[in-house]
């Protein structure tokens, strides 16, 4: 008796049944555990391909997967019953308990696995002799990941859906290949039609064992193509064995740096790779009217769209069309915008504002921000000598990021250079970062190599600590037990700086509050309220001449973490009464119509809710 298996390596040419066999022929069935590793034919049933060729393939003799050339085979029905006796859907590949992206990604994992083993096979070798019986078991038993690809589905092309393998094959030499067989809901039983060959990766009969994990690492190693003949793609375009761990795991395999027999190094970012090999490219835009400008404006919008969906959209529009902003686009495959930065520069007064700054979601991972941002400081200093600052409101997530990549909470640019100039975000925190003009921010990685070899090399020549002294004598094997050691006769520790006086002037601790440490939590939070950025650091003299005139007993939440650091505060009501006084004195001195005085009522509630539901949680 005979069963087909699907050979094409087309998603669009496979339907569901025919995805879901692929997928059970390398998914452990879910009712046997452990014995039965993937789908495998019952002995009494012989499986072959789905196809008939009448020339010369990539799979050579089509005898030694038990197909006949003068057999039709167009009725065949698709393998439906594993060997062990369970059906095609119990093992992992059940359509309907699968959502459609997921079914899709296995799909791709099965077509690669199947071109994998088609590439382990010898032509040589007699597959028709072990065709009824069941596969050896790997030593590793191999699990499908069942993450999901996230929005990268709904980005990926016609060109991302084919397999690796597909791809590379279409750049190498043309060679006769086979037709797929239609699905089995439009077989009519009747002779097969001929149809244009096509250039498609083939597929190894059922009986081959999935490989084990060192054939693999074998297979990964040697770009071996179709027919025993090497693939004409270049080397950095192989999968190596980290590439199918990001395959199995559902990320995309186009990119990534080979693994290399050398010493460790640091593995080079995907954004850097697709930057080098022109998957990706960062172009300046602005609203010039021109078809290409207003591509990339539409494309901007659209992700600032989606991926700040707490923006009006309108607003966003608006913003990002307006004449005066400028932009940097991240553009893939032509125009597809993956991410983007807005912003409005202010040259006479010296500084910019990021407007809005994003990634698309499926590409976060990539290393798409920082090496933006890179971008971003160096037009910069091209397009505008004289711009050295950067000011932004950031919410509560970014905040993290704009802090790696060198903005601060603490805005040192003088109050009168950019207030009435850019929006103040409710919620929001402002954030400031001042570019060095020395710094050639696209060669960051090449002078933090160089500044960490210079103190390296200082401290060689300061410390010891490279020195390794032999161990103590007393404590060897053998040596008698209850020894007592003079520190001055440990080797090393005099060289390294060590006296008696250190071990008896050992500073002590001071015993802190139990209160401290909540108020240390209540302190910081209060430090990162949107509006308290008035009381952060004591009020300068010289830029409100009168205010030490009418506050005689100033206070601010910097004077106030230092009481805590040295423990002046013997309780909670001390610390409250410090935070009130901030407000008392911002309240007295400021109209009731400032930004000031409504800000010190916000954070003064903030405060008092904080501390009730405090009260709350202990009562």
């Known amino acids: 008796m005979k069963a087909a298996y699907p050979a094409s390596d087309q998603l669009s040419q496979l339907n569901g049944a025919q995805r879901a066999l692929k997928i059970a022929r390398h998914s452990p069935c879910a009712h046997c555990d452990g014995s039965c590793s993937a789908l495998h034919p019952p002995p009494a049933v012989e499986v072959v391909l789905d196809h008939q060729v009448t020339n010369e393939s990539s799979l050579g003799d089509l005898g030694q997967y038990g197909s006949d050339a003068e057999d039709d085979d167009s009725d065949l029905p698709y393998l439906q019953t594993c060997a062990c006796g369970h059906e095609v859907r119990d093992h992992?590949?059940?359509e309907s308990e699968l959502e459609p992206a997921e079914f899709a990604r296995?799909?791709?994992?099965?077509?690669r696995l199947d071109e994998m083993l088609h590439a382990k096979q010898q032509p040589s070798s007699p597959a028709s002799s072990v065709l009824s019986d069941p596969p050896q078991h790997p030593h590793k038993r191999r699990r499908i990941s069942v993450s999901s690809l996230s929005d990268a589905d709904d980005d990926e092309d016609e060109e991302e859906d084919r397999p690796l393998a597909a791809r590379m094959a279409g750049k190498s030499s043309a060679r006769p290949e086979k037709t797929s067989r239609p699905p089995a809901?439009?077989?009519?039983?009747?002779?097969?039609?001929?149809?244009?060959?096509?250039h498609k990766a083939q597929t190894a009969p059922m009986s081959v064992a999935p490989p084990t994990e060192a054939e693999q690492a074998q297979m990964n190693g040697v770009g071996i193509g179709m027919n025993g003949h090497v693939n004409g793609v270049k080397v950095e375009d192989m999968m190596d064995q980290g590439q199918l761990a990001r395959l199995a795991a559902g990320v995309t395999v186009d990119s990534g740096a080979r693994a290399s027999a050398g010493p460790p190094a640091k593995t080079e970012k995907i954004a850097v790779t697709e930057m080098r090999r022109g998957v990706i490219q960062i172009t300046p835009v602005e609203n010039d009217s021109q078809p290409r400008s207003v591509i990339i404006l539409t494309g901007l919008k659209t992700l600032f769209q989606k991926q700040l969906p707490n923006m009006p959209r309108e607003y966003i529009a608006r913003l990002v069309l307006d004449s005066n902003s400028r932009g940097l686009a991240i553009i893939k495959r032509g125009y597809k915008v993956v991410g983007g930065i807005c912003f409005r520069p202010f040259p006479h007064r010296g500084f910019a504002e990021i407007v809005f700054f994003a990634t698309a979601s499926a590409d976060q991972e990539k290393g798409y921000g920082g090496m933006l941002m890179d971008h971003f400081k160096s037009h910069i200093k091209t397009a505008y000598p004289g711009m050295m600052y950067f000011l932004t409101y950031a919410d509560n997530y970014?905040?993290?990021?704009?802090?790696?990549?060198?903005?601060?909470?603490d805005i040192t640019l003088d109050r009168a250079v950019w207030a009435a100039y850019i929006k103040d975000y409710e919620g929001g925190t402002i954030m400031q970062c001042t570019m060095l003009d020395k710094v050639d921010y696209l060669d960051k990685p090449n002078i933090l190599a160089q500044q960490q070899e210079a103190v390296m090399t200082k401290i060689r020549q300061m410390s010891k600590s490279h020195i390794v002294y032999p161990g103590l004598p007393q404590f060897q094997p053998g040596e008698p037990e209850g020894i007592t050691v003079d520190p001055k006769d440990v080797p090393g520790l005099r060289e390294s700086g060590w006296t008696l006086k250190m071990a008896l002037d050992e500073v002590r601790p001071v015993p802190r509050n139990a209160d401290t440490y909540y108020l240390e939590r209540i302190l910081k939070e209060l430090q990162g309220h949107p509006q308290s950025w008035a009381f952060l650091a004591p009020v300068k003299a010289e830029e409100v001449p009168d205010y030490y005139d009418v506050i005689t007993n100033p206070m601010d939440f910097k004077m106030m973490e230092h009481k805590l650091d040295t423990n002046q505060y013997p309780g909670i009501e001390a610390f409250v009464a410090d935070a009130q006084l901030v407000f008392d004195n911002c309240k007295l001195y400021n109209p009731e119509h400032t930004i000031y005085h409504r800000n010190a009522i916000k954070?003064?509630?903030?405060?008092?809710?904080q501390l009730l539901d405090e009260v709350k949680r202990e009562g």
């Open 603 to 609: 954070v003064e509630k903030f405060l008092k809710d």
């Open 106 to 111: 296995r799909t791709r994992v099965a077509i």
């Open 185 to 198: 809901s439009k077989r009519s039983g009747k002779s097969r039609s001929k149809t244009p060959p096509h």
């Open 92 to 94: 992992n590949a059940d």
């Open 398 to 409: 970014a905040v993290g990021y704009f802090e790696k990549q060198g903005f601060s909470k």
